[in-house]
């Protein structure tokens, strides 16, 4: 009698994909570079909870009761604060990066909705300038497109210190997509790959920064409301220095945020889910002083209308969005799984966004796959996704008893898993306890 063979066991260290990607450095001999966010699994919003209204709250009648959902970013020093019409922007995501079509098309998408979108690294493009309502221009270490007009032509300016899925590190934009176009806005050689800085070329500190933000506020007479984006790394510290330095709005991207490429090691391994750095950042407002009066706005990983609506729960003003917003204009999108597949990847899991192959044709500077976006559907798209998001956020406050989204706040949720509760001080469901607090 023969005995019976076990099922082959995979390694969890040495599964493979890490087998492939051993394999591949092996043959290769330089380190993954690809788009994207993290992909591990890490806490998130889908581990909070609303908790809703029956006896002890009451909910709003969602067709009788009015639930508002706008906002104004830049209140504290700018002559123009931004006014918007829901808690939910369009991130800064590059022309060079992006084709022009795509740029049109969260131009018009986001101006349908009533929010601002945001340039990216690269400068601006008329296309973007010109179906943009409110258009939040991005300054960056590289200063590639920066010119004090552009600046003046902005309704808010945002300076890029970190980014979430590379806080510490510099973007990539491959030769292949710096087209002549791509190349005089950025003052480069064509054809040639591009590594931006991490850091900003003059200051060392936040001290410096204070200094250029008074230079940026000058250039524009005080009008424009000036943001600073920080990655997730020391959201605490990291938004006080930045209020101090006289931000008027803080950006805070978490790991999950996406890239338009850099190393995989680094998109995996650096930085911090978003769920973990809103409540640091929160508490940096609110140790100032200024919660609410400094504007707070998250990004990364930011899906649906319920991630919008724990955001702000948490402390956040708005959100912004970027992967979603390329999903909604057609990004990995099922119809073309023939050419993905052709590219070596599936639908979902297309990531090489640098290499300008993007059969979608946002991630693109190819002008035949540039073609297959129309910017006009494209917008219609975004809009109603947008229109999507801001209604489920709505369902969730009334439900919570809430006449505004920004009445929400971290009373209404209770946390699934001890991370979650840990990374948010919210109580874990069924108790009033979060690790660290004490008791149970």
């Known amino acids: 009698m023969s005995t019976p063979k076990t099922e082959p066991r995979q390694s969890w260290t040495f599964s493979r994909e890490v087998n492939a990607e051993i394999r591949r450095a092996a043959e290769t001999g330089i380190y993954d570079i690809r788009g994207g966010g993290a992909k591990r699994r890490v806490p998130h919003f889908d581990d909070l909870l609303f908790l809703g209204a029956?006896?002890?709250?009451?909910?709003?009648?969602?067709?009788?009761?009015?639930?508002?959902?706008?906002?104004?970013?830049?209140?504290?020093?700018?002559?123009?604060?931004?006014?918007?019409?829901?808690?939910?922007?369009?991130?800064?995501?590059?022309?060079?990066?992006?084709?022009?079509?795509?740029?049109?098309a969260l131009g018009r998408g986001a101006t349908?909705?009533?929010?601002?979108?945001?340039?990216?690294?690269?400068?601006?493009?008329?296309?973007?300038?010109?179906?943009?309502?409110?258009?939040?221009?991005?300054?960056?270490?590289?200063?590639?497109?920066?010119?004090p007009d552009d600046l003046r032509r902005a309704d808010a300016i945002e300076i890029v210190v970190g980014q979430g899925a590379k806080p510490g590190g510099g973007g990539m934009l491959l030769g292949q997509k710096i087209t002549e176009r791509v190349a005089g806005m950025r003052d480069l050689p064509v054809g040639i790959d591009q590594r931006s800085a991490c850091r900003h070329p003059d200051?060392?500190?936040?001290?410096?920064?204070?200094?250029?933000?008074?230079?940026?506020?000058?250039?524009?007479?005080?009008?424009?409301?000036?943001?600073?984006?920080?990655?997730?790394?020391?959201?605490y510290y990291d938004t006080a220095l930045a209020v101090k330095a006289g931000a008027d709005v803080v950006v805070l991207d978490g790991m999950q945020g996406g890239t338009a490429a850099t190393q995989d090691v680094f998109i995996e391994n650096v930085g911090q889910p978003i769920l973990a750095?809103?409540?640091?950042?929160?508490?940096?407002?609110?140790?100032?002083?200024?919660?609410?009066?400094?504007?707070?706005?998250?990004?990364?990983?930011?899906?649906?209308?319920?991630?919008?609506?724990?955001?702000?729960?948490?402390?956040?003003?708005?959100?912004?969005?970027?992967?979603?917003?390329?999903?909604?204009?057609?990004?990995?999108?099922?119809?073309?799984?023939?050419?993905?597949?052709?590219?070596?990847?599936?639908?979902?899991?297309y990531d090489d966004w640098h290499e300008g192959r993007d059969p979608a044709g946002i991630t693109t500077q190819d002008p035949e796959l540039m073609k297959r976006l129309d910017p006009v559907e494209g917008g219609r798209r975004l809009r109603n996704y947008l229109?999507?998001?801001?209604?489920?956020?709505?369902?969730?406050?009334?439900?919570?008893?809430?006449?505004?989204?920004?009445?929400?706040?971290?009373?209404?949720?209770?946390?699934?898993?001890?991370?979650?509760?840990?990374?948010?001080?919210?109580?874990?469901?069924?108790?009033?306890?979060?690790?660290?607090?004490?008791?149970?």
């Open 203 to 235: 200051w060392t500190g936040p001290d410096d920064l204070e200094i250029k933000i008074l230079e940026l506020r000058e250039i524009t007479g005080w009008e424009k409301p000036i943001y600073v984006k920080i990655g997730g790394a020391r959201p």
């Open 54 to 104: 029956s006896m002890s709250r009451y909910p709003l009648e969602g067709y009788r009761e009015k639930c508002e959902t706008s906002v104004v970013l830049g209140t504290r020093f700018a002559k123009k604060p931004i006014e918007l019409k829901i808690p939910i922007t369009i991130a800064g995501m590059s022309f060079g990066a992006l084709s022009g079509h795509a740029k049109e």
């Open 277 to 349: 750095c809103i409540r640091p950042a929160v508490q940096a407002l609110q140790d100032l002083g200024l919660h609410r009066e400094v504007q707070l706005v998250v990004s990364g990983g930011i899906r649906s209308g319920a991630d919008v609506a724990k955001a702000l729960a948490l402390g956040a003003d708005a959100v912004a969005i970027g992967t979603a917003a390329l999903i909604a204009l057609g990004d990995n999108d099922p119809k073309w799984e023939a050419e993905y597949q052709a590219l070596g990847t599936t639908t979902g899991a």
């Open 112 to 147: 349908l909705a009533g929010t601002s979108t945001t340039t990216g690294d690269g400068g601006m493009t008329e296309e973007e300038r010109g179906h943009s309502e409110k258009l939040v221009y991005q300054y960056l270490p590289s200063r590639y497109g920066m010119n």
């Open 387 to 440: 229109n999507v998001m801001t209604l489920e956020c709505q369902t969730l406050a009334r439900a919570c008893g809430k006449s505004h989204v920004h009445n929400l706040e971290p009373e209404d949720l209770c946390a699934l898993t001890m991370e979650a509760a840990a990374m948010t001080q919210v109580p874990l469901a069924g108790t009033n306890w979060w690790p660290g607090k004490g008791g149970f």
